[in-house]
């Protein structure tokens, strides 16, 4: 066991995988010169395994995301960079229409074993057009698989996993998890897809989350243990396929439910699990689902409105209670 940073866990299992795999190579946009990635998770890369599989490109969304796909088709695994969550939305043709859909379109003659990260900003200022999250419209994409690790463990797990099958995937990270330190596990240990993990255990109420709000709902969680509230955190990891047993075990306990998670209210991934519950568990709830999410605007490039949008555990916190009267 070791500890490490989110941002080094990465780092540290890419370096792995392309040792174990050939195949591998990495591509985005300053991964490697000066530059070394914007976020730093391919620091020193390039040096290690030279440009051919650190590869460099011109500042397009579109070319990047549809030369690891054009890669993938023909037997590569490459690791896209895209550098906003937001700016997904400049290569949907290439996620939602061809990554997406090619095992279907070929009856199942033809796999597109690509990973491409994208990097969801929304608690400091970057503008509307860099902030945000299209959590939602990914997943609203049959074909692919969707992770969101919140801790270096689940980093690093989660990322091995996504390297040795054979489907394409969206590995969301966030600016705010880099710097989170943790406990790593030894050796060569996958997260399986498709699994949540129970953070913290209670009675009183579920908080089911992903990726930066599941800090904010184990803060939320400890405050409220002073209180005599007892709340059970639930994280996701998984986006598609999400674990629909773990989430409706643990409401059928507690009688009560809260979905956190950043992006807009509306239509958003939270909207999903309150959904799925409430076809399935409503006969168990002693209160409405509560949803804690970003308001229906563009995130400002101005401070005070960029912390009014943002999710905190305080806002997380005010969704607990009000589930609870």
């Known amino acids: 066991m070791a500890i490490m940073k989110y941002v080094e866990a990465l780092r540290e299992v890419l370096r792995q995988e392309m040792i174990r795999d050939e195949n591998i190579y990495l591509i985005g946009e300053a991964l490697g010169g000066k530059q070394q990635g914007i976020y730093k998770v391919t620091q020193g890369l390039q040096e290690q395994f030279g440009e051919d599989r650190v590869v460099d490109t011109p500042i397009s969304e579109a070319c990047i995301v549809g030369s690891a796909v054009g890669s993938a088709i023909f037997g590569r695994r490459p690791v896209a960079e895209i550098m906003f969550g937001n700016l997904m939305a400049l290569c949907v043709d290439e996620i939602h229409n061809q990554a997406a859909k090619f095992h279907y379109l070929t009856n199942g003659m033809i796999n597109v074993p690509a990973v491409i990260r994208c990097v969801n900003w929304n608690r400091l200022i970057s503008g509307p057009h860099h902030c945000g999250t299209l959590d939602a419209m990914i997943m609203n994409s049959?074909?692919?698989?969707v992770v969101a690790p919140a801790t270096p463990a689940d980093a690093m797990g989660l990322m091995r996993m996504a390297l040795r099958q054979d489907d394409p995937i969206v590995y969301i990270e966030h600016s705010s998890l880099y710097a989170v330190s943790g406990e790593v596990p030894d050796g060569d240990f996958i997260v399986p897809l498709g699994k949540a993990n129970v953070a913290r255990e209670g009675t009183d109420v579920t908080v089911v989350a992903y990726s930066i709000t599941l800090h904010d709902a184990l803060k939320a969680a400890e405050n409220l243990s002073k209180e005599n509230i007892s709340v059970e955190v639930i994280d996701l990891r998984t986006l598609v396929p999400y674990d629909k047993e773990t989430i409706l075990k643990s409401v059928k306990k507690t009688g009560r439910l809260?979905?956190?998670?950043?992006?807009?209210?509306?239509?958003?991934?939270?909207?999903?699990?309150?959904a799925m519950v409430a076809e399935e568990a409503i006969d168990y709830l002693s209160a409405p689902i509560i949803r804690v999410a970003q308001a229906d605007v563009p995130m400002a490039a101005n401070s005070v409105i960029v912390k009014e949008l943002s999710l905190s555990a305080q806002k997380v916190e005010e969704g607990i209670k009000k589930a609870l009267k």
């Open 258 to 274: 809260v979905v956190a998670y950043e992006g807009y209210k509306t239509a958003g991934a939270g909207a999903e699990i309150s």
């Open 142 to 145: 049959p074909g692919l698989k």
